[in-house]
């Protein structure tokens, strides 16, 4: 996903007393980040549901709590709140992908390709692939064909991406086997240590497949 720290909540910590920093807006954002990579998911989203109450004009921004959701088991929660994100950050293929998850887990695959959210103007690579495959008029292929772009880290970044991606989607639709090697390429072969590839580290672990 495009935004790590919702912009709205840097400005609060420095107005806190010491006193109410365990507490602020960013402390407790940073809680629900900490207990999501410790694959504590339902806590992770108890701490952003602390910081919702708190600011709740923060909701739109938490993709975050959105993957927490999700891992807890929560699809319809997490659907939701992908769609209230959608309204602030509206050309980002990885909110597409991640409300197109939930509804698949909860409700069934062409469920969720009957609302599939259009997406235009996301240019990282891979995403117009992934979300072709996502709308069921890609390939697996053409995803890791067009990873292969760059060289070094930026290579890199594009192969964990891909297989993130491939490895979700492949879970979606009930084939775990490719889903179980993809996701193990994102969080082994070709780790991040961004949020999104940690991500596929956080999934390995939930899923017990380390």
Known sequence: ???????????LLSQATAQEKKESPNALFQQGVDLFFAAKPKESVAAFDQLIALVPDSKPQL????????YAGDYKGGREQFEVHQTVNGNDVENAAWHFLCIAKGEGVEAARKVFIPIEGDSR???????????G?????????AAEEGEGERLRNHR????????????AIGE???????MLKAAQ???MDHYMGRVA??????????
């Open 1 to 11: 996903m495009k935004r790590l720290l919702p912009l709205l909540l840097l400005g």
């Open 176 to 182: 775990d086997a490719k889903a179980k090697a993809h």
């Open 137 to 145: 008029k890609g390939s697996e292929e053409a995803v890791l064909k």
């Open 160 to 171: 964990c991406y891909a297989h993130l991606y491939l490895g979700l989607y492949f879970e």
């Open 63 to 70: 993709w975050q709590r959105g993957l927490s959701l999700y």
């Open 189 to 191: 072969d070709y780790s």
């Open 125 to 135: 690579i891979p995403m117009k692939q992934v979300h072709e495959l996502f709308a």
């Open 201 to 210: 580290q956080v999934h390995v672990k939930i899923r017990g497949w380390e």
